[in-house]
């Protein structure tokens, strides 16, 4: 065997590993993005009020407003969905004219687990995020 044969397998494997690794990805976020649009279809048929969103900056010292409601799923307001069943990350840095004119952040690829990685107990599954905001979400009709 050759090493540019053994070189070729092993960038084809590498490539072959990566696809499989971001499919598995896409196919978490499309779960998380489904469960989303449930839950604001069982939130607004439950009457549940949407409240305004805001971005904390770094630190958790200031905020801005954005133009979004909707709900926080984590505690520390770090994480939210609007009413459009959008997922938003709700902390960046943010300026004084930030601070002052607001911001509009971006809609992110919600993930299954809020905070997987972080340090222990920091992590929450979407689900159960979900069901501390409306117990029983799944099961209204």
């Known amino acids: 065997m050759h090493d540019s044969d053994w070189a070729t397998r092993r ?3 590498a490539r072959i ?3 499989r690794l971001q499919a598995r990805k896409d196919a978490e976020h499309e779960r998380a993005e489904a469960l989303l ?16 969103l805001r971005v904390r900056g770094y630190g958790g010292s200031s905020s801005a407003r954005t133009p979004l409601t909707g709900w926080y799923l984590r505690s520390d307001a770090s994480a939210g969905v609007s009413t459009e069943a959008d997922f938003y990350v709700l902390t960046a840095p943010l300026s004084l004219l930030d601070r002052l004119r607001g911001v509009r952040p971006e809609p992110a690829r919600p993930p299954l687990v809020l905070g997987a990685g ?3 107990g920091e992590s929450l599954d979407l689900t159960e995020a979900l069901e501390r905001l409306l117990p029983g979400w799944r099961t209204q009709d």
């Open 17 to 19: 590993h990566a696809e």
């Open 11 to 13: 960038t084809e494997s």
């Open 118 to 120: 972080g340090k222990d």
């Open 37 to 52: 649009r449930e839950f604001v279809s069982a939130a607004t048929r439950a009457d549940l009020a949407p409240q305004p």
